[in-house]
């Protein structure tokens, strides 16, 4: 049994690479920071462009209908070159709508979140008792 990547897995994580590579340089990370913002909507949107935004969003949604395991592979390597954006919460919103949302749902709102028009994220609140216990939790999608 072969536990490696796939030479797909390879190829869009060596895409992801040279994107970031060219694309956000020290220099400009550190003009990102600097500036304060935290998201650059061009960068965004070219990793948008490029299918991140719908890795995981079925092809009749117009996703790329990959595997979270593809989601893991960008990740690290959004996260080896620091790259600022919303990707992490928009991958958690596109899964929370995929296990969560119905078909109408699904069919309303993930086309929107694959094309990364629309950029999500997910939210989590609870409740807490004195002894540290969760008494009521809800989460929502934005």
Not at 15 to 32: D, M
Not at 60 to 71: F, N, P, R, T
Not at 100 to 119: F, N, S, V
Request: aromatic content about 6%; hydrophobic content about 45%.
């Amino acid at each position: 049994m072969d536990f490696g990547l796939s030479e797909e897995q390879e190829m869009l994580q060596e895409t992801i690479r040279g994107f970031a590579q060219n694309e956000c340089p020290t220099t400009r990370l550190r003009e990102l920071f600097d500036e304060g913002e935290g998201h650059d909507p061009a960068l965004w949107s070219a990793l948008a462009e490029m299918g991140v935004a719908g890795l995981i969003v079925p092809e009749e949604h117009g996703g790329a209908g990959m595997e979270l395991l593809d989601l893991a592979l960008v990740a690290e390597i959004l996260g080896e070159f620091a790259i600022p954006g919303p990707f992490l919460g928009h991958a958690l919103a596109v899964r929370g709508v995929l296990l969560a949302g119905g078909k109408d749902q699904q069919a309303r709102i993930l086309p929107d979140l694959a094309g990364g028009e629309t950029i999500a994220t997910l939210t989590y609140t609870a409740e807490v008792d004195a002894d540290g216990r969760i008494t009521s939790y809800a989460w929502s999608q934005a």
